[in-house]
């Protein structure tokens, strides 16, 4: 029997999922996707989600803890924030250039908007944001009670703070003190590591079930179909794949080619070709993690105590997609409503994209809602995000693999300046 690779699994179940919900929509079966198909995509979510919290606990704690000395966790802190901003700073700056040279917002019909029920949420959002500090973010971070912050999916900073502190802890406490914890994470982390394998194998099918599901619900909550709904959009949407095509094809490997030796273009897509098709189909770096550890970890081959102290942090920290995009977006919403953003309020913009990246959550939609934040700098009323709502899904999906791509190539960097050292 033909042997074919995961992530050829993985697409073409992608492919088939597409091609069934546009199918589906020319013979009346969308219902059956939303009612039989879309379950399996949801329980295949709260799978990845499932695995996802314990295997970001464990393999911190076990990452930290393996590390000989506090001074070696800084060391590598230190590098991994830096590398995070820099490339979030790139992304802002490509997606800034491209959408005031492209302009696709000018000459666009304001007449078309349409309100819809998201943005009276966006807006609650907006009113419980006004009068926060600007450190609440760092505040949020630590957790009072670890036991709800693990119950909580949106609370992963806590995690992981609550995570590299044992870790930490565990460095400094008596060695013969701990050999039964360390086993113990040891074994569990193994578990969680055994249960993303599992889930993977069985990838393919569920997200056949994911993309027929999740695209026939969006058509369906619109007037078009879902052809028609990414050509209203075209120059937006195609400013924001430029840009995230930039960042993917030409910027990652470049940062990739000047600090690791030997980069091999082909081999690095092609380990972590699942992670980006996973990410691309469930839209949240968060339920990818299990698996783009597992790829940057065993076809990458970067050694466990990189992995999975740097890949955890970027899944919840580096998002470059999603600042990319938000950049677009807004200067997008500028042009459409004829506001004049001088290049100061463009920087104003770029600096709130990559910290509303830091906050936000790796989950479907987390950069629509704190598009919300980057829009406050500007006189724009978040009312007009109703605009860009009808393709942000299917850029959602698209950000979320450049957020992905960018956790991998980090972590790759980290390495390799880890061996040098
Ligand atoms: N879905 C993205 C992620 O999880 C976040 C976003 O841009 O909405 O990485």
Known sequence: MIKISLHWKILIAMLLGLIWALASENINLVSFNILWLSPFGDIFMKLLKLIAVPLVLF??????????????????GTKTILLYLTTTCFAVFIGLFLVNQIGPGKGFNIGEIKKNSKVSSIQEQVST?????????????????????????KAMLQIIF????????????????????????D???????????IVIRYSPFFIFCLMAGTLSKLSS?????????ILGLGLYTIVVLL????????IYPLIMKIFINNFSYKLFFKSIAPAQLLAFSTSSSAAT???????????????NKVTSFVLPIGATVNMDGTSLYQCVAVVFLAQILGFDLTLSNQLL???????????SAAVPSAGLFMLVVVLGVTDIDPMYIAIILPVDRILDMCRTVINVTGDATVCSVVNSWTKKN
């Open 289 to 303: 993690l299990p698996v783009t550890m597992d790829c940057v970890n065993n076809n990458l081959r970067v050694p």
């Open 349 to 359: 913009i770029a600096m709130t994209a990559v910290l509303a990246s830091i906050g």
């Open 243 to 250: 840009g995230l095509s930039i960042m993917m094809l030409v």
């Open 187 to 197: 074994s569990l982390n193994e578990v969680f590591l055994k249960m993303v394998d």
């Open 59 to 76: 393999s911190i704690i076990k990452g930290v803890s393996n590390l000989s000395s506090i001074s070696e966790l800084g060391k590598m």
């Open 129 to 153: 944001n006004s009068d926060e500090s600007p450190l609440k973010f760092i505040v949020d971070m630590v957790p009072e009670n670890i036991f709800l912050s693990l119950g909580d999916n």
């Open 162 to 185: 609550f995570a590299i502190f044992f870790g930490s802890v565990l460095i400094l406490i008596d060695k013969k003190k701990k050999v039964q914890i360390d086993i113990l994470i």
């Open 221 to 229: 909550g619109s007037d078009g179909g879902i052809v028609e709904i």
